[in-house]
C-alpha cells in the first residue's frame, strides 16, 4: 500500500509524463508532481491518492536537475497556459519526442523507427498569433481587463503580457474591453499589418503564410503558429510529391491552408469543411489562385462516406486535419474499412486523440504505417502537432 493522502513523500523522478509532470515512484506505485524534472530528488506533498497511482505537489526540490532553468514568466505558477517553462528548451523537445515514441510503441505496439526526429520552429516564446481571454465580471457591458483561467480551472489569472503571444499583442491584456451580453470570452488575433483583429467583429483578414497571403475570418480558425505550420506544409507537400495523387482530398479544410500550399498543382481538389466563416475565406483562396477546387459544405462524417462511395479513385490523397477531438468513430470505422484510400494523412494537435482514432483505422490492417512527424507546435506547452501517414498495407 503506498503512503496515506496528505503524507509527505520524498522521491527520485525519472521521467517527465504526458503532459508535463515530473513522474517517480514510491514503493512501487507510480506518483506524478507537477514542476519536478527527471534526475531531481524532490519532497512532495500528497493531494490525491488513487489505487494504482497519486498526483502530489511539489513542495522542496532537495537535488535540482541541470536542465532546469528559471521560468521567464512571472505568472508561470497561477496560469494554467504553460507546462515546461522550468526546464531547458532542448530537453522540452526530447522529452516530447520520447513521448511519441512510446506512446506509439506501447498504444498501437508499433516499433519507433519511422517516427522521425521532433521538428522546430524558430521561437520558442512569442509565436502565438491568437489568444483568448475570458470575461471576470458577471455583468459585462462596461469595460474592464479580461483574464486567463488559472492552472486550478477557475480562478483568473489578470496579466500584462503573456511570453507565448506575438509582441503586436501586447496592447490587448491590460486594456479594459466591454464585452457582449453573451460574451464570455473574446479571441485577440494578429492581421497582416500586425494589425489586431478581435472576434467582437464579424470581417474577414489576411495573414501571410508560406509565402501566400490568405484570406481569414475574425470569428474562425487560423493556424496560430505560423513559422510551424509552414514546416507541417512542406511536409505534407513532399509526400504528395512523393505519391503523385490524381485528386486531393483536404478534410476538415478551414480556409484551405493545406490545400494551397500543398496541393496547388494536383489536379483535382475536393475541400470538406462546415464553419461558413472558413468557406467563405476558402472560396476566396481557391478562387484568388484559379484553383479548380470543389468545396463541400457540411460535416465530414455526414459528407465524406457517401462522396466516396460514389467517387472511388485509387489514386486519392487524404488529408485529415480534424479539430482537437479527432474524429468520430464511426468515420474511423469508415476509414478502416474503406477499400482503395492508398494514402492518408492524419494531422492532430492532441497526440491520445490521434492515438485513440489511430487505433480503429488500423483495425482491419488495410494500412500501415508509413511516418510519423511530430512537431512543436505549441513551445513550452503540453501540447504538440503530429503528422502521421498512412498508406494501404
Ligand atoms: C484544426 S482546424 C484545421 C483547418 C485547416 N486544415 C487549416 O489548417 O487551417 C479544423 C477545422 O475543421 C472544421 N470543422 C470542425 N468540425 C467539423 C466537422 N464536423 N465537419 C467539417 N468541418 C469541421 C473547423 O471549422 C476548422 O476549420
Known amino acids: 500500500m503506498g503512503p ?10 525519472e521521467k517527465i509524463a504526458f503532459g508535463g509532470d515530473g513522474l517517480g515512484f514510491v514503493d512501487g506505485k507510480a506518483y506524478f508532481v507537477e514542476g519536478a524534472l527527471p534526475g531531481e530528488r524532490v519532497l512532495a506533498r500528497i493531494k490525491n491518492d488513487k489505487k494504482n497511482y497519486g498526483k502530489a505537489r511539489l513542495l522542496r526540490i532537495l537535488l535540482p536537475s541541470p536542465e532546469r532553468v528559471e521560468p521567464p514568466c512571472p505568472y508561470v505558477r497561477a496560469c494554467g497556459g504553460c507546462q515546461y517553462q522550468h526546464l531547458r528548451y532542448e530537453e522540452e523537445l526530447r522529452w516530447k519526442e520520447l513521448q511519441v515514441r512510446e506512446s506509439f510503441a506501447k498504444e498501437l505496439r508499433a516499433d519507433a523507427p519511422f517516427i522521425q526526429p521532433i521538428r522546430r520552429g524558430p521561437k520558442e516564446y512569442g509565436y502565438r498569433q491568437s489568444i483568448t481571454l475570458h470575461r471576470t465580471v458577471k455583468t459585462n457591458q462596461k469595460p474592464h481587463p479580461l483574464a486567463f483561467i488559472g492552472r486550478d480551472n477557475h480562478s483568473f489569472v489578470f496579466i500584462e503580457n503573456c511570453m507565448l503571444a506575438d509582441e503586436n499583442l501586447k496592447s490587448v491584456f491590460a486594456a479594459p474591453h466591454a464585452l457582449g451580453k453573451y460574451e464570455i470570452k473574446r479571441v485577440f488575433k494578429i492581421g497582416q499589418d500586425k494589425g489586431i483583429v478581435s472576434s467582437e467583429e464579424d470581417r474577414l483578414y489576411r495573414v501571410p503564410l508560406g509565402g501566400e497571403v490568405f484570406w481569414a475570418h475574425s470569428r474562425g480558425f487560423f493556424q496560430n503558429n505560423l513559422d510551424v505550420t509552414e514546416l507541417v506544409a512542406e511536409e505534407v507537400a513532399e509526400i504528395v510529391r512523393e505519391t503523385a495523387p490524381s485528386r486531393f482530398i483536404d478534410l476538415y479544410s478551414g480556409v484551405g491552408t493545406f490545400t494551397v500550399l500543398s496541393a496547388p498543382k ?6 470538406f469543411e462546415q464553419s461558413p466563416y472558413a468557406i467563405d475565406c476558402l472560396r476566396r483562396n ?9 468545396i463541400f459544405r457540411g460535416k465530414v462524417e455526414q459528407m465524406f462516406p457517401n462522396f466516396w462511395l460514389g467517387n472511388r479513385k485509387e489514386d486519392s490523397f487524404i488529408l485529415l486535419d480534424p479539430p482537437r477531438l479527432g474524429i468520430t468513430p464511426q468515420l474511423a470505422e469508415f476509414f478502416s474499412k474503406a477499400d482503395m484510400i492508398t494514402n492518408l494523412v492524419y494531422l492532430a494537435c492532441d497526440l491520445q486523440i490521434l492515438l485513440r482514432d489511430l487505433r480503429i483505422i488500423l483495425s482491419k490492417g488495410n494500412y500501415r504505417i508509413r511516418t510519423v512527424v511530430p512537431f512543436d ?3 513550452r506547452t503540453k501540447h504538440l502537432e503530429v503528422l502521421a501517414w498512412l498508406e494501404r498495407a
Open 4 to 13: 496515506d493522502f496528505k503524507m509527505n513523500i520524498e522521491l527520485t523522478i
Open 266 to 271: 494536383i489536379p483535382e481538389l475536393c475541400c
Open 377 to 379: 507546435m505549441f513551445p
Open 286 to 294: 481557391l478562387n484568388e489562385r484559379g484553383l479548380p477546387g470543389a
